[in-house]
């Protein structure tokens, strides 16, 4: 069993910068990354990042977004810069190894 802890989110000016971390209770070899669900819309995917550190960026946030991870602490960090209203949605870490572990989400408003 993992536990996922996120923490970062907030409310933020249009433009403004926010970062999202997310530490597992233990190391493990893994894909990690973020999804978000606005209200009313499907869970999408943000971005990932595996253990050697290749990422994946949807379209909507390429080039906003930088996604990262510290092995060491077993943790990833989501940092969004450019902000735009259409961010605002709870944001959820995801970690896929042999099973697939949801973060609790936390919440990014992005005001215009």
């Known amino acids: 069993q993992v536990q996922l802890v996120e923490s970062g989110g907030g409310l933020v000016q249009a433009g403004g910068s926010l970062r999202l971390s997310c530490a597992a209770s233990?190391?493990?070899?893994?894909?990690m990354g973020w999804y978000r669900q606005a209200p009313g819309k499907q869970r999408e995917l943000v971005a990932t990042?595996?253990?050697?550190?290749?990422?994946n960026y949807a379209d909507s946030v390429k080039g906003r977004f930088t996604i990262s991870r510290d092995n060491a602490k077993n943790t990833v960090y989501l940092q969004m810069g450019s902000l735009k209203p259409e961010d605002t949605a709870v944001y959820y870490c995801?970690?896929?190894?042999?099973?697939?572990?949801w973060g609790q989400g936390t919440q990014v408003t992005v005001s215009s």
């Open positions: 233990r190391s493990i070899f893994s894909v």
């Open positions: 995801l970690l896929v190894s042999v099973f697939k572990y």
């Open positions: 990042i595996n253990n050697g550190g290749s990422t």
